[in-house]
């Protein structure tokens, strides 16, 4: 190289220096891929790991409680929240974000119940944690391939031990497993699902002494090679309660707006009977929970509109009038190939809708439901794969009756089996009016002088009518949305935001409502994003929090910039 060509080249790299220098690159948004430990007690300040992608740890937390305090520490990755004493217990959502825009949203549990983290090594019988003081919450992390975790409790002879683990349901890529060891070493109980991918063990002690509940997982999606997994994503929270947790309740439903008295029978078919207030409940919750020891802390109430009937009460109408919509009747199958049949009545023509649900009741039955007439000749079927409107694999009938008369609902297991917990909740009832609206996206950004789309699914059933109009709402200073009407049967409209030139840089969330336009029937619908299909979670269906980034306007290459 001559010394000319030499001085060129070292022009050319000061410059290339200098442009990196005068112009900063923006920091990418964050990535949060897990959160550990995944929860925390209600009253206390946790410590939490953001397990994810940084470029800088100039974020900001987000959560959907106000009483859920998150705050990012000095250190990248490290957050502190704060959990206020009256937090509802259960799921809640956290994000980051900064000036580039947010993460995926995550979930946070808060329990009621003390918590402790999990301590290693414990992967050995012989060193497992040390947990007393049942009932309890491990918050642990299978950290390493071939990761296993145990912990000893005592137990006294016939005393029952509950452990159940949140870990696939939580969005963690792994299929976890329970296995319960005596003090020898020997195995006496084990459990692979249950709660979905997620294990539910029940043990009844035979013996006083010490016992080791070991927790280890397979990957999922399952992997060719069968072997333990472990990575730091692989978070989970064993809850160990000394005692048998409540199994289901019956009956499984009650009417919107009042209070009921339940009973609810634990895993040794021991009832107790508690009482339920769903007297502040909206028309359009679905449930309410009762707080119960073990399992997830809960037992799920559904709501209804009309008398809810337990099994015998809903037989005895054989000889009576039998009932007409809409009604409930809550029921169990006890022994192998049994079926439950309950008269109602309908009118010529009248269309009804009849579902068999046990999924959401945490029931292992699998329904069959069967519409017949008096002399039995079957009139309509379905299984979870028949009717697009079942719910996770429970079954749901529409039908039009043929003639004013009574009418039979007969109620099976799929694999014809049963057992003290196959319960089910039949209900039957007038189709009304329904309306869900969902957005291609949890998140938006948008820069000053652009504008970005936001598409609204709209989904009319049941003869849902009337105008209406989409519209976004809650949008920082400089932001505007378009409206869009939407289409008397329903599909896909656009909303555009548009950001002005000289709008400032801002983060936060917003909502897109759906407006009746009809004076006289005054109503407003939010549409939600759906939030299960890419985070793999199970507890929080979807949010009609959005999010949307307004964006820092880009640097401009030909202007020099300060730098520190």
């Known amino acids: ?36 430990p995944a929860g925390g007690q209600r009253g206390t300040t946790v410590t939490v790991t953001a397990g994810g992608k940084f470029e800088k740890w100039q974020v900001q937390a987000w959560t959907d409680s106000p009483g859920l305090k998150a705050q990012p520490g000095t250190a990248s990755g490290s957050l502190s929240v704060q959990i206020d004493k009256d937090v509802a217990p259960g799921p809640h959502l956290l994000r980051l974000y900064n ?45 390493k391939s071939g990761d296993v975790d145990s912990y000893a409790v005592n137990l006294e002879s ?21 296995h319960l060891y005596d003090a020898a070493g020997n ?32 990957a999922y999606p399952p ?36 209070k009921a008295r339940v009973q609810l029978f634990d895993w040794a078919g021991e009832p107790s009977t508690r009482e339920v207030d769903a007297t502040s409940a909206g028309g359009d919750e679905e449930s309410v929970l009762l707080p119960s020891p073990g399992a997830d802390g809960s037992i799920r109430i559904e709501l209804g509109d009309g008398p809810e009937l337990a099994e015998p009460e809903a037989k005895g109408t054989s000889t009576d009038q039998p009932p007409t919509a809409p009604f409930a009747v809550t029921g169990r199958l006890e022994r192998d190939g049994e079926e439950d049949a309950f008269r109602f009545s309908a009118k010529k023509g009248e269309r009804l809708v009849l579902t068999a649900r046990a999924v959401a009741l945490a029931s292992p039955l699998d329904p069959v439901l069967r519409i017949e007439d008096e002399t039995g000749k079957s009139l309509a079927s379905d299984d979870d794969g028949a009717s697009p409107a079942a719910i996770g694999g429970d079954a749901q009938v529409k039908w039009d009756a043929p003639a004013d008369g009574a009418y039979r609902a007969v109620v099976g297991d799929l694999e014809r089996q049963g057992g003290a917990g196959y319960v089910y909740r039949l209900t039957v009832h007038k189709p009304v009016p329904a309306l869900a609206a969902t957005v291609d996206a949890e998140e938006y950004r948008v820069a000053p002088g652009k504008s970005a789309p936001i598409k609204v699914n709209v989904t009319r059933s049941n003869g849902h009518a009337g105008g209406l109009v989409a519209v976004a709402t809650g949008l920082p200073a400089g932001v505007t949305s378009t409206s869009a009407e939407v289409p008397e049967n329903g599909g896909e ?20 409502l759906l407006v009746a336009t009809d004076k006289a029937h005054p109503a407003v619908n939010a549409a939600a994003c759906n939030l299960r299909k890419d985070a793999g979670q199970e507890f929080v269906a979807q949010t009609e929090a959005l999010w949307l980034t307004l964006l820092a306007p880009a640097p401009d290459p030909a202007t020099p910039q300060k730098t520190k």
């Open 187 to 218: 195995e006496v109980a084990f459990a692979h699902d249950g709660l979905g991918l997620d294990p539910l063990l029940v043990y009844r002690a035979e013996k006083a002494g010490k016992y080791v509940v070991r927790v280890s997982a397979f």
């Open 158 to 178: 016939g005393q029952s031990l509950t452990a159940s683990v949140q870990g696939r349901r939580l969005g963690a890529p792994m299929d976890p497993m329970l």
């Open 493 to 512: 409209v656009v909303l555009t935001l548009a950001a002005s030139a000289d709008a400032k840089p801002a983060a936060g969330p917003f909502r897109v």
């Open 1 to 36: 190289m001559s010394r000319g060509e030499y001085a060129i080249a070292r022009i050319v790299t000061i410059l290339a220096a200098v442009a990196s220098c005068a112009v900063p690159a923006r920091a990418a948004a964050p990535v949060l891929d897990y959160l550990y």
């Open 223 to 258: 992997a060719a090679d069968v072997k333990l997994t472990g990575k730091a994503e692989d978070v989970y929270r064993l809850s160990l309660w000394a005692g048998a947790a409540a199994r289901c309740a019956v009956p499984a439903g009650m009417r919107r707006g009042t």
């Open 99 to 143: 000036g580039e825009g947010a993460s995926a949203l995550r979930l946070f549990m808060v329990g009621a119940d003390r918590e402790v983290a999990e301590a290693e090594p414990n992967d050995e019988i012989a060193k497992a944690q040390p947990v007393d003081s049942l009932p309890l919450t491990v918050e642990g992390q299978l950290e």
